[in-house]
Antibody, heavy 120, light 107 residues
């Protein structure tokens, strides 16, 4: 059974940092790109970042580029998202998502999400 | 980036009735369109991809149609568990983008 589980969210002050982690199981993790998608309170879904299966290619939405860093450890079946210089507008539930196909861009498994709140 | 626009924002439907949700893309996305269902406090669930292919296990009352810029999600006979927010998403061009959602509520 495919499982995806995020952790690491919490309350942080503006300008602060957090590291989100996503643990995956039940599929050939090392063959799949992985994605982070976020949802601000009461709002829609926004793709945030992607990483290729090998980890050599990373992508970011414009609003987080230079502040967020995605990485993965295929030996541990984990993907991480380092959030730096956080802003109030980064407040959201962050979901780790598995593509339906290894390099696809629609998502068949999502974790339950981890809430990041940026507030003083 | 491609802008996805969903209508209506809210759809009030009685159980057993048909619901028709629309999604429009700002430029052609061919058939590269997915639909998700999201219930309060839960992660999105993939229902349909390539505009009309149902995910294994999704009831046949859910159907998708359309191509290019105009897409429709139809729920043939609404069940109580279908009241939720539905999002469309294009994956034809980078970055993948989502519509703002249609809330299907009990009339």
């Amino acid at each position: 059974e495919v499982q995806v589980l995020e952790s690491g969210g919490g309350l942080v002050q503006p300008g602060g940092s957090l590291r989100l982690s996503c643990a995956a199981s039940g599929f050939s993790f090392g063959l799949y790109d992985m994605r982070w998608v976020r949802q601000a309170p009461g709002k829609g879904l926004e793709w945030v970042s992607s990483i290729s299966a090998s980890g050599d290619k990373t992508y970011y939405t414009d609003s987080v580029r230079g502040r967020f860093t995605i990485s993965r450890d295929n030996a541990k079946n984990t993907v991480s998202l380092q959030l730096n210089s956080l802003r109030a507008e980064d407040t959201a539930v962050y979901y780790c998502a598995k593509p339906h196909f290894p390099s696809g861009n629609y998502f068949d498994y999502w974790g339950p999400g981890t809430l990041v709140t940026v507030s003083s | 980036e491609i802008v996805m626009t969903q209508s209506p924002a809210t759809l009030s439907v009685s159980p057993g009735e048909r619901a028709t949700l629309s999604c429009r893309a700002s430029q052609s996305v061919s058939l590269n369109l997915a639909w998700y269902q999201q219930k309060p406090g839960r992660a999105p669930r993939l229902l349909i991809y390539t505009a009309s292919t149902r995910v294994t296990g999704i009831p046949v009352r859910f159907s998708g149609s359309g191509s290019g810029t105009e897409f429709t999600l139809t729920i043939a006979s609404l069940q109580s568990e279908d009241f939720a927010i539905y999002y469309c998403q294009q994956y034809d061009e980078w970055p993948p983008t989502f519509g703002q959602g249609t809330k299907v509520e009990i009339k």
